[in-house]
């Protein structure tokens, strides 16, 4: 079962790095638009996705349609999506071609989160704490080796490859599950508080909050992370490689992250985690141009740091959800839609004034460009996990998982 639940997570992750990290590249120099339009075009779809996340929770968690017809419809839609953002050139409107394919890939990816999250708060519920942290850990690892074949493919491939061969991995993905969903296991709330008591747990509304200031550092730097490779580093040609040493280090060290919380707390292990994030950006500060080997170790602990989140943060609103009897669809729905949030503030935020400050993807830019760029993947991140560590050091008894 858990090789089942690694799979569908290394499809998931899968979308995850062309759609977070090569996207804005992407669309800015392959298409020709600019900062400025691809964040009010992410903005948009974050829009959309803050009403409809929390609905495809409440309508998942409906008895009335299997989990797995829900499956299928997000499986053809991300299929088609990513080949029609990867494989098809618009031969006009390419903002509305992109609008277009953007909406059903993250209506699909939104609707496959939510459906597998709220399955894994099903199936670890009689293992208790340990349930959930041993699934969060299997989980996690397959999300980062998902993570790491998208980073090599369309190096390899090209995106046109990338998209054909991720179209048959999420068929593997969806035929492998398709004996695993199920709704034995859910709770006996009634359906319709699904949304309302989970925004009334008081513990809910704390994870939600530490989860949308932990997610903004993570998009910043998502967001930007090859513009400041290719354009302040100058190391365009490794960039691939340190994608991979980044999210090696997630993936091993994910399983590691979930034995220390079953061993000493979530909270304990939460706070070394961010405590690493914090010193892996402060080292990125004083980078410049061609520091293969510092960016590589700053690759390596900011990798081990996500791995951190990774794990522990899903797992304790897992534990949540258990707990206090709340339905996983509606939780999830909630999640997810904090962690969009957090993208929509950088595409609304920090994309157009990177643009003010004068930087141009792919382009040469002056001191005052990558002064801000630098600010906008290191600064920035840095304070925003500060304001994190905090949260993670105030909470309550009854959150922390220990």
């Known amino acids: 079962m858990l090789a089942r639940v690694g799979l569908f997570a290394a499809m998931l992750a899968a979308a995850g790095v062309p759609l977070y990290i090569h996207l804005p590249r992407y669309v800015t120099v392959e298409m020709g638009l600019s900062l400025s339009t691809l964040g009010a075009v992410l903005l948009g779809i974050r829009i959309m996705d803050f009403a409809q996340d929390p609905a495809l929770g409440w309508l998942t968690d409906r008895p009335g349609v299997k989990i797995r017809n829900w499956a299928i419809v997000g499986a053809v839609g991300l299929a088609v999506g990513f080949w029609g953002l990867f494989g098809v050139q618009p031969a006009a409107s390419p903002v509305y071609w992109l609008v277009a394919v953007l909406i059903v890939i993250f209506s699909s990816y939104s609707l496959l989160t939510i459906l597998f999250y709220a399955q894994g708060v099903r199936l670890a519920q009689s293992g208790g704490s340990d349930g959930h942290y041993r699934l969060a850990g299997a989980r996690e690892t397959g999300t980062v080796l998902g993570i790491l074949l998208a980073a090599i493919l369309p190096s390899v491939l090209g995106y046109r490859g990338f998209a054909a061969v991720y179209a048959v991995l999420v068929f593997a993905a969806v035929v492998s599950m398709a004996r695993v969903w199920s709704r034995d296991g859910a709770p006996e709330a009634p359906a319709s508080l699904g949304l309302r008591a989970v925004l009334r747990s008081k513990r809910m509304r704390w994870l939600l909050t530490l989860g949308l200031v932990n997610a903004l550092p993570v998009a910043a730097t998502s967001t930007l992370f090859l513009f400041f490779v290719e354009d302040k580093l100058k190391l365009a040609s ?9 999210f090696a280090a997630a993936g091993l060290s994910a399983p590691i992250w979930a034995y220390l919380a079953r061993r000493w707390g979530a909270k304990r292990v939460l706070v070394g985690g961010m405590t690493l994030a914090i010193v892996s950006f402060v080292g990125v500060i004083g980078l410049s141009e061609g520091a293969t080997i510092g960016f590589g170790v700053v690759c390596v602990g900011s990798g081990m740091a996500l791995g951190a989140d990774m794990v522990l943060l899903p797992a304790l609103l897992s534990v949540a959800l258990d707990q206090e009897k709340l339905e996983g669809g509606a939780g999830f729905g909630m999640w997810s839609l904090v962690t969009k949030l957090s993208l929509a503030v950088v595409a609304a935020v920090l994309l157009p004034l990177l643009e003010q400050s004068g930087f141009v993807p792919g382009k040469e830019n002056d001191a005052n460009a990558l002064q801000a760029l630098t ?28």
């Not at 490794?238 to 980044?246: E, R, V």
């Not at 991140?381 to 560590?389: F, H, Q, R, S």
Request: proline share 5%; with cysteine; aromatic share 14%.
């Open 238 to 246: 490794a960039a691939g490689i340190f994608l991979l040493m980044f």
């Open 375 to 402: 600010f906008g993947y290191a600064v920035l991140p840095c304070l925003l996990k500060v304001a994190a560590l905090f949260l993670v050091l105030a909470l309550p008894r009854s959150v922390r998982g220990t």
